[in-house]
């Protein structure tokens, strides 16, 4: 496990962070990979076997890279073939939210910039990853797609996030087919109200906006569950794949949505 190649998005908080410390605890080599350096070294800094006084763990490599710049993402990939020679597993979790606003009221600006993130970036991290796995050797990889439960039914006033999501379900089947040639397997992860930064601004703890525009306390459940679902994906066997998996906490208003 200690050969295994994992680039992990958004990595300088919430799941992504979770996810790379999990990684780095079964003996992947970790590419660390968002906007804020300082954040990814936080990260690096903070998982299990890291040196102390701030050094990073001695498997994580920092690359900051905005997801939206293609010749960013270009050089994330470049780094991490420079520095490990292969790509195994890429889990494509950098993300926005966007607006808390009605489809009649959004900006176009907005718009844009949460499609941006959410579509563009994830399938720019997806095209350099299935470039590696399929010109390496041993040929094939992972790709693991944070897409949300917003991928199956939407909160209210959250167009721009849910319809990403949306696309995300169906940038996860198209990568999954057009990657059978070369062994490059994808899935999708649907996670639902997992203790990170993004519930307390929708309001989990106090209060969330439902279907019928009253506000309901939601229940939350621990990061490291998320994480350690994303690890028993990503550590399969290519011969088997998880296409579709859903995780949320028990009793929060999933079903009943709408």
């Known amino acids: 496990m200690s050969e295994r190649i994992a680039v992990v998005t958004g990595a300088g908080s ?20 968002g906007r804020r350096e300082e954040a990814l070294r936080e990260t690096a800094a903070g998982a299990p076997g890291a040196a102390g006084d701030g ?8 690359v900051p890279t905005d997801v939206t710049v293609e010749s960013e993402v270009d050089a994330l990939f470049a780094a991490v073939v420079g520095a490990w020679g292969r790509v195994d597993v890429l889990f494509n979790n950098a993300g926005a939210f966007g607006p808390a606003v ?7 600006a907005d718009w844009e910039r949460t499609l941006a993130v959410n579509v563009t970036g994830a399938l720019l991290c997806a095209r350099g990853a299935m470039r590696v796995m ?7 990889g992972r790709i693991i797609n944070n897409g949300s439960i917003s991928a199956q039914v939407p909160r209210p006033q959250s167009v721009a996030y849910a319809v990403t999501k949306h696309a995300m379900t169906g940038l ?14 994808c899935g999708q992860i649907d996670i639902g109200n997992t203790r990170t930064e993004i519930m307390d601004a929708l309001g989990v703890g106090s209060g969330a906006l439902q279907a019928d525009l009253t506000r309901k306390v939601e229940p939350t459940f621990a990061l490291a569950d998320a994480a350690r679902t994303v690890l028993l994906m990503a550590e399969l066997p290519l011969e088997a794949n998880i296409g579709a998996l859903t ?3 028990s009793g929060m208003p999933f079903g009943g949505r709408g």
């Open 14 to 33: 919430g799941i992504g962070r979770a996810v790379a410390h999990a990684m780095l605890a079964a003996g992947f080599r970790v590419a660390l990979a």
């Open 102 to 108: 009605s489809a009649a009221d959004i900006e176009l």
């Open 134 to 140: 399929r010109d390496q050797d041993p040929q094939g």
């Open 55 to 62: 050094g990073v763990h001695p498997n994580a490599l920092v």
């Open 172 to 185: 996860t089947r198209s990568i999954d087919l057009d990657g059978r040639p070369y062994r490059i397997a």
């Open 247 to 249: 995780i949320a906490a």
